[in-house]
């Protein structure tokens, strides 16, 4: 059994600029506290892990952009680069899903956040989840 569990969802469209972080949404369900709260926490675009130890994440999402291109979406762990997932967007506004997983180490505490690029138009983000467990 795992010691913490997040899941958090965002429905909304997000129109971004290429590079923009992208609001991770709300928690649907979750559990696991440490001294100070939950052990998983959301604060504006970062997702705070807030205990030393091994999370897998599991991300996903419906991507498009207001022009053809690839589109990648990245999970970034205190600035650095973990995991990424990319397609190609055909036509303008078609969509693509992009689903990864990634496994972090926490040390003390860590922020994570996803960032979408484009290579031509504006990137646009629904139906992102991710699922967060520690083990």
């Known amino acids: 059994m795992s010691k913490a569990l997040a899941f958090i969802s965002n429905n909304a469209a997000q129109a971004l600029t290429s590079g923009a972080n992208v609001s991770p949404g709300t928690a649907?369900?979750?559990f696991g506290c440490t001294r100070c709260g939950r052990t998983v926490q959301l604060s504006g675009t970062n997702i705070n892990l807030r205990e030393s130890g091994y999370y897998q994440v599991d991300v996903g999402a419906?991507?498009?952009?207001t022009a053809a291109g690839n589109v990648t979406l990245?999970?970034?762990?205190?600035?650095?680069l973990v995991a990424q997932g990319s397609e190609a967007i055909a036509a303008a506004d078609g969509p693509a899903s992009i689903s990864f997983p990634a496994s972090v180490k926490v040390n003390c505490s860590s922020a994570l956040t996803l960032v979408v690029t484009s290579t031509a138009g504006a990137p646009i983000?629904?139906?992102?989840y991710t699922t967060?467990?520690?083990?």
Do not use: P, R, W
């Open 28 to 30: 649907q369900h979750g």
């Open 132 to 135: 967060i467990e520690k083990a």
């Open 62 to 65: 419906t991507v498009s952009a």
């Open 74 to 80: 990245s999970l970034y762990q205190d600035g650095a």
């Open 125 to 128: 983000v629904t139906n992102i």
